[in-house]
């Protein structure tokens, strides 16, 4: 089993829309999550950090469950430019901090 | 402010050739990683550097070796250089060990 899952998509939607990616991990002590946008053929960048009580900025939420093992990013209202891979990133200080990235959820936003 | 620069973007090798990906981050950070994406298999990590002088290796090491050479730079070696180390390579840097990274823009490698 991979240490971070997510469902690769695509995800097809229309303009303004709301869509939900969740993503899991396998080691119960992965401490800090992220989730990372990444454009077509260019490096991946931070979109926001994932916090225990839920944290939310503009158009985006995201939300840590770590009884279940998993993350989840909403996004609401979409637009065209949210067009996108979205990176679910995980990070175990046990395994001296590393990043960890699942395969990425591809979501494309039509008009 | 730069960021994170690689160096080159595109190589063309052949196989057997050897190469080395350079990488350089201006923001003082200690961690610094490569990672290796290829189609479907989202970002692996090949080596890191927790810190100056430190190195470690990722999920895919075999066929790489790596060299933190001061707290600025981890160049990345092929020594010779297969097909199947064909992908995108990013370098990418972090304050420290479990904090948000940076990505450089990557090197698009093609070994044939």
């Known amino acids: 089993r991979k240490e971070v899952e997510q469902d690769p998509g695509p995800f097809n939607v229309p303009e303004g829309a709301t869509v939900a990616f969740n993503c899991t991990y396998s080691n119960s002590a992965s401490q800090s999550f992220f989730w990372y946008r990444q454009d077509c053929r260019k490096e991946p960048k931070l979109l926001m950090s994932?916090?225990?009580s839920g944290n939310e900025d503009g158009r985006f939420t995201a939300q840590l469950n770590r009884a279940s093992q998993y993350i989840s990013l909403l996004i609401r209202d979409s637009k065209l430019s949210d067009s996108a891979t979205y990176l679910c990133v995980v990070i175990d200080y046990n395994q001296g901090g590393k990043l960890i990235f699942g395969q990425g959820t591809e979501l494309s936003v039509k008009p | 402010n730069a960021g994170v620069t690689q160096t080159p973007k595109f190589q063309v090798l052949k196989t057997g050739q050897s190469m080395t990906l350079q990488c350089a981050q201006d923001m003082n950070h200690n961690s610094m990683y490569w990672y290796r994406q290829d189609p479907g298999m989202g970002l692996r990590l090949i080596y890191y550097?927790?810190?100056?002088?430190?190195?470690d290796k990722g999920e895919v090491p075999n066929g790489y070796n790596v060299s933190r050479l001061n707290k600025r730079e981890f160049s990345l070696r092929l020594e010779s250089a297969a097909p199947s180390q064909t992908s995108v390579y990013f370098c990418?840097?972090?304050?420290?060990?479990?904090?948000?990274?940076?990505f450089g823009q990557g090197t698009r490698l093609t070994v044939v």
């Open positions: 990418a840097s972090s304050e420290d060990r479990g904090t948000e990274a940076f």
């Open positions: 994932v916090y225990s």
């Open positions: 550097s927790a810190s100056e002088g430190t190195t």
